[in-house]
């Protein structure tokens, strides 16, 4: 049974704000809600990362509702920079040093102009 | 954050033989790990390494096929062993994370066997 579960693909224009949805309905207590992006020819580089409710910084948002069955990550005002392939991962945080992460099928971001 | 270096960064090689991977970290970690991601797919946990002590295997790998060394805390190597076409992957060393620091990772190895 997949942990997670996310769009394969999204397009978006530039200057839009792009919401990708992922689905964790088995989402244990301790659990973690993690995203990388992962660039072509570049290994996946962190995002974010929240337990509940809303996490900002400096390149996004996290939203994840009360239930913790899904979460949302969310870009402002994407650039063609942007255009890449988003993993949402549940588990152990991955700044817990002994954390093993499961990378899930991720979602091909494509920005136009 | 850490700087990962993987070597080689790519490499074309022929069936049947090996090849062994370097990651080298600027500064000391607990944790490596490696990962395998093959063609449009997204990335499988090998082994997890830990300086000192013999690496941890996931189902559907083996020592044989993927003998792991880390003999420090900077440096692990990974090997394809008897490499056959379906071994064509990118391979990817991350070093465990710390309290300020998530889990990141090099930029892998393209590797492709003729």
């Known amino acids: 049974l997949a942990k997670t579960t996310q769009p394969i693909s999204m397009d978006s224009y530039e200057g839009q704000e792009v919401n990708i949805t992922c689905s964790h309905n088995?989402?244990?207590?301790?659990?973690?809600i993690t995203w990388y992006q992962q660039f072509p020819s570049q290994g996946p580089r962190f995002i974010i990362q929240?337990?509940?409710t809303k996490v900002t910084n400096e390149v996004a948002s996290l939203f994840i509702p009360a239930d913790r069955k899904s979460s949302t990550l969310s870009l402002p005002r994407v650039s063609l920079s942007d255009t890449a392939v988003y993993y949402c991962?549940?588990?152990?945080?991955?700044?817990?040093?002994?954390?093993?992460?499961?990378f899930g099928k991720g979602t091909m971001l494509l920005v136009s102009p | 954050s850490a700087v990962i270096s993987q070597k080689p960064s790519r490499d074309i090689c022929q069936r049947g033989t090996s090849l062994t991977i370097q990651c080298q970290v600027d500064?000391?970690?607990?944790?490596m790990f490696w990962y395998r991601q093959q063609p449009g797919q997204s990335l499988t946990l090998i082994a997890t390494?830990?300086?000192?002590?013999?690496?941890?295997?996931e189902s559907g790998f083996v020592i044989d096929k993927f003998p792991i060394s880390r003999p420090n805390l900077t440096f692990s190597t990974l090997t394809v062993s008897n490499m056959s076409p379906e071994d064509s992957s990118i391979y990817l060393c991350?070093?465990?994370?710390?309290?300020?620091?998530?889990?990141?990772f090099g930029d892998g190895t393209r590797l492709s066997i003729l």
């Open positions: 991350s070093v465990g994370g710390s309290l300020n620091q998530p889990q990141h």
């Open positions: 991962l549940v588990g152990d945080p991955p700044n817990s040093g002994y954390s093993t992460l499961t």
């Open positions: 390494a830990n300086q000192g002590s013999e690496a941890t295997y």
């Open positions: 500064s000391q970690v607990t944790m």
């Open positions: 929240g337990y509940k």
């Open positions: 088995n989402i244990a207590t301790n659990d973690y």
